[in-house]
């Protein structure tokens, strides 16, 4: 009974909290002014203060439910309803059981602007492309896309406008995916405004030719600019003028066009204040592509004999006078088919002024030394002209490639050897024509034909006079006599030619059969004009008439495996070569056949994403060339006499290294490094006799070897919280050989070892800072000589841009050089510029004043170390120039 009684009193009280409840609930709707109900609606029910003491969503159909909570206080109640498009509404509680409708009304809500900033540089990588956008590196003060450029990491630029990519030479550099300039790209680099450009794109592995990607391997790695695209829709030119004292001037015009169907640079230089503008001529990878094609072309014999250039920039110490007329267009015809034309027009004036020591050290003869003083002019006169069609699409391939060179220079030197007043006059004319040929085309079953054929023809007549009186116990018997004259002319013709069929499969197999042919002749005398007029050789022995022919057959198989994670190359040519030349003065008349087989390969082993292992061997037969084998003598310069006694020199070579190269472009940190061996194995040696006076050499029949090591590193980081690239590197190279001289063999051992540091920092907006230093220690010494002779040369480089205003900039560089000498005094230059820009900003003009060599140095002595010779030579150089300049961008 008890219980019956509890459980019904749990009852009782339940029904009355249920009622209780029950009368403390606010019900109601939501709808918009369509009568459309409205889900998920805010209701909140509002007291005093404004305070949210309950709150609640509409369903599904707009409708709600509320409930009071019980100790609230029930007078001045507010029932709030809002959502998101809709205005709020309110309205006030005054009972419990009558619902409350709602109809709401729409209402545009702007949402805040979010701005998210990220100023750190990125670079993205795409597959085997990494980007790099410009404007995360530049500075105002860069005018140039080269100035950029050479702060990206991962990336230098040597002073000869060579670039590099993780210590890799690139092979080319395109402009929007064009080839516009081959690899002549000091041409973009210094012309390009940097404000044009929206990323430089590194491009690993690049394979140019379409239809040969992913089935022949490349190893290339090639620089693209991509153009912003208001910059493609209109015609962009920097245009420059500046003038200073004495007499000083600098003028540059220029007009780009970057659209998609039409690219050009075009424009026209000059100066009188050391800038080089030949440098813009520059084919940095002319060496590489002449022995791809197998094209020995002949270097020109004769020089003035002169100390050549000092280790400065050529801004340093160059005297010039120079105009350069450079025309660059490519017009995209249609998909994949372009035509282009490059022409360049160079003109120069160039003087220099050094006296030179030398030193040879020779333990049984004792140490041999000469001096030297000379005044130099060289008159350089340089045309280019190219024209090229090129059609490269996915399954058809057809390039063909016209150029043409012609240069004429003429150079005077008045110079005093060993005390002994001399003149000389030297004329070089050089006319290079020549035509490639590259064809290829798909089958239906995805094989590919090749044809290819490659025609040139060279000559480059040389004159050098000297006069009066060089040595007249060596040239005339003891008479005095009043010129010298040395002519050499090597007229070439060579062809090559070859076709090949590849089939693509997962190792794609190609096989290559071709011939080449080369047909010169080496004409030359050294003769003497007397006194009273008449003119005689200087001996019977002082004449050359070779006649010279090399004909080759050849084979090639090659096997390409284009993996993922491993891909291989291998090679394996064969070459059937015939040399014959002849010289009846000399009774010279030899034809000789040689089989050669020279092996191939490389591998690459991408070890991770972002980083892989390279290794390569190669075995190569060589054999000499016409300057190899000619009897007579030649002058090649006023103190060095040249000829030959042996048979054509066949050299083995064997090159092997292994590379690791690591990357990772979130951090934006690079890293390489490399080990090289080779070894050089001829049949002949050359000797050298020489004395105060004058040297002779000459080629002999003995064996000779040369073996070289070399190791490099380098490293690239950028620092995100400091905003700086950090860059290292080092290398140690060694080379031994032998050197005959004065009837003695010498074997020598040189060292080289470099170290080198920078910091290039964007301290702000306003201020950038750069820095390097390059430690080079060279050390040559012989097992025949008790001595060894080294000396160190420490090279520092700095800058300061400085932006006070938006368009005022301060920059301030300095240079300095140290060398430490071993029985010497010390060498120590210090060399600083200076320049204050103002842009108008409205009229797209700038103001500049340029103030370059501060301190006014005008000499300047370089030393150089090679096995047992010791070279000394001072330089003037140019003193203080200031400059004014006016430069128009359009």
């Given at each position: ?15 009355l ?6 009368a403390?609930?606010i ?5 918009d ?37 019980a ?10 309803v ?11 509680v ?7 409708n709602f ?21 993205r ?13 530049s ?7 080269g100035?950029?450029?050479?702060k ?6 040597d ?5 590099k ?12 995916g ?11 680099t210094?012309t390009i ?18 239809m ?7 190893d290339?790695?090639?620089l693209?600019l991509?153009?912003?695209k ?6 962009i030119?920097?245009e ?5 004292l ?16 039409y690219?050009a ?6 100066n ?16 590489d ?16 004999g002169?100390a ?24 995209n ?23 030179k ?28 002209t190219q024209?090229?069609?090129?059609v ?5 391939y ?7 060179d012609?240069?004429?220079?003429s ?26 040929f ?5 089958f239906?079953s995805?094989n ?12 480059e ?20 006599y009043?010129?010298?004259?040395q002519?050499?002319?090597?007229p ?25 042919a080369q047909?010169?002749q080496?004409n ?5 004009t007397?006194?009273?007029g ?13 006649d ?9 198989a ?18 059937l070569?015939n ?21 191939r ?9 972002e ?9 190569r ?19 060095s ?5 042996a048979?054509?020199?066949?050299r ?13 472009a ?16 001829a049949?002949?040696?050359?000797s ?9 050499r000459?080629?002999?029949p ?30 140690y190279?060694?080379?031994?050989l ?6 003695l ?7 080289s ?11 702000s ?16 010494k012989s ?18 841009n ?7 900039y ?32 409205k ?8 103030a ?18 010791y ?20």
């Amino acid at each position: 009974m008890i219980a019956t009684n509890k459980w019904l009193g749990a009852f009782i009280l339940w029904m009355l909290l249920t009622v209780v409840c029950h009368a403390q609930t606010i019900k109601g709707t939501v709808t918009d002014s369509l009568g459309k109900p409205v889900s998920f609606a805010s209701v909140n029910l509002k007291g005093a203060g404004n305070l949210i003491i309950a709150y609640t969503t509409s369903g599904d159909k707009g409708a709600f439910s509320l409930n009071v909570p019980a100790d609230a206080d029930k007078n001045g109640l507010q029932l709030e309803v809002s959502c998101i498009g809709f205005k709020k509404e309110s309205k006030p509680v005054g009972s419990f059981t009558t619902p409350y409708n709602f109809k709401l009304h729409g209402a545009v809500s702007m949402l805040k602007t979010v701005t998210i900033k990220d100023n750190k540089p990125r670079a993205r990588l795409s597959g085997d492309t990494l980007s790099y956008k410009v404007s995360d590196f530049s500075s105002p003060q860069d005018r140039v896309i080269g100035d950029v450029i050479k702060k990206l990491p991962g990336i230098d630029v040597d002073d000869n406008g060579k670039i590099k990519y993780n210590g890799k030479a690139i092979s080319n550099l395109y402009i929007g995916g064009d080839n516009l300039l081959d690899d002549k790209y000091n041409i973009a680099t210094k012309t390009i405004p940097n404000g044009v450009v929206d990323q430089v794109q590194v491009m690993e592995n690049h394979q140019p030719i379409k239809m040969l990607k992913d089935k022949v391997n490349s190893d290339d790695v090639a620089l693209n600019l991509t153009i912003k695209k208001d910059a493609k829709l209109q015609l962009i030119g920097q245009e420059t003028v500046g003038a200073g004292l004495p007499g000083n001037y600098y003028g540059e015009l220029n007009a780009m066009m970057f659209k998609d169907k039409y690219k050009a640079i075009n424009y026209i230089k000059g100066n009188n204040v050391g800038n080089d503008v030949s440098n813009d001529l520059v084919s940095h990878n002319l060496g590489d592509y002449l022995a791809r094609i197998d094209n020995d072309k002949p270097g020109a014999v004769l020089s003035l004999g002169t100390a050549g250039d000092p280790d400065l920039p050529r801004n340093r110490y160059l005297f010039n006078r120079a105009g350069l007329f450079n025309l660059n267009n490519l017009w995209n015809l249609k998909k994949d088919v372009q035509f282009r034309t490059n022409f360049s027009y160079l003109r120069d004036a160039q003087r220099q002024d050094y006296t030179k020591t030398t030193d040879i050290f020779s333990p049984n003869t004792g140490n041999i030394h000469y001096s030297e003083t000379q005044r130099n002019s060289r008159r350089p006169d340089l045309f280019h002209t190219q024209v090229l069609l090129n059609v490269n699409k996915p399954k058809f391939y057809l390039n063909d490639n016209l150029v043409a060179d012609y240069s004429h220079n003429s150079s005077y030197s008045a110079l005093v050897s060993n005390g002994v007043p001399l003149n000389q006059n030297f004329k070089d004319n050089l006319a290079d024509f020549s035509n490639e040929f590259n064809y290829m085309n798909t089958f239906k079953s995805n094989n590919i034909i090749e044809l290819y054929s490659y025609v040139d023809h060279i000559s480059e007549p040389e004159s050098r006079d000297i006069e009066p009186n060089l040595n007249p116990n060596i040239f005339n018997h003891g008479v005095n006599y009043n010129l010298l004259t040395q002519h050499v002319n090597i007229p070439t013709w060579f062809t090559n030619n070859y076709v090949s069929y590849k089939i693509p499969r997962a190792i794609t197999q190609s096989y290559k059969v071709g011939f080449s042919a080369q047909s010169q002749q080496l004409n030359s005398d050294l003769t003497i004009t007397q006194n009273n007029g008449t003119y005689n050789l200087v001996a019977d022995s002082a004449r050359n008439n070779l006649d010279w022919k090399r004909n080759k057959l050849y084979g090639e198989a090659g096997y390409d495996f284009p993996g993922k994670i491993l891909k291989f190359s291998v090679q394996l040519p064969v070459n059937l070569l015939n040399s014959s030349y002849s010289d009846p003065h000399y009774k010279q008349d030899v034809s000789q056949t040689n089989l050669y087989f020279n092996p191939r390969a490389s591998l690459k082993y991408q070890s991770g994403i972002e980083n892989y292992f390279t290794l390569n061997y190669g075995y190569r037969n060589q054999i000499g060339n016409i300057q190899d084998i000619y009897r007579g003598s030649i002058l090649s310069n006023y103190r060095s006499i040249v000829a030959n006694n042996a048979d054509l020199t066949e050299r083995q070579s064997q090159n092997a290294g292994i590379a690791f190269n690591y990357h990772k472009a979130i951090t934006l940190f690079f890293f390489g490094l490399s080990a090289n061996y080779s070894h050089v194995s001829a049949n002949t040696i050359s000797s050298s006799i020489l004395d105060n006076n004058i040297s002779r050499r000459i080629v002999l029949p003995f064996d000779n070897n040369i073996d070289s090591w070399n190791f490099s590193g380098s490293i690239s980081k950028y620092n995100f919280d400091l905003r700086t690239t950090f860059s290292a590197n080092a290398s140690y190279a060694t080379t031994k050989l032998n050197q005959l001289q004065n009837g003695l063999t010498l074997p020598y051992n040189t060292i080289s070892k470099g170290f080198g540091v920078g910091a290039d920092t964007k301290v702000s907006q306003k201020v950038n800072f750069s820095y390097k230093a390059n430690l080079g220690l060279t050390t040559s010494k012989s097992s025949a000589v008790a001595t060894s002779s080294d000396f160190q040369r420490l090279v520092q480089s700095a800058s300061v841009n400085y932006a006070p205003l938006a368009n005022l900039y301060f920059n301030i560089s300095g240079d300095h050089y140290y060398t430490h000498q071993q029985a010497a005094n010390d060498l120590k230059y210090m060399f600083a510029d200076a320049s204050i820009r103002y842009r108008f900003t409205k009229t797209k003009l700038d103001l500049e004043v340029t103030a370059q060599n501060l301190f006014d140095t005008k000499n300047y002595t370089a030393v150089y170390l090679s096995a047992n010779v010791y070279t000394s030579s001072t330089y003037t150089i140019p003193g203080r120039i200031v400059l004014a300049k006016m430069m128009f961008t359009l």
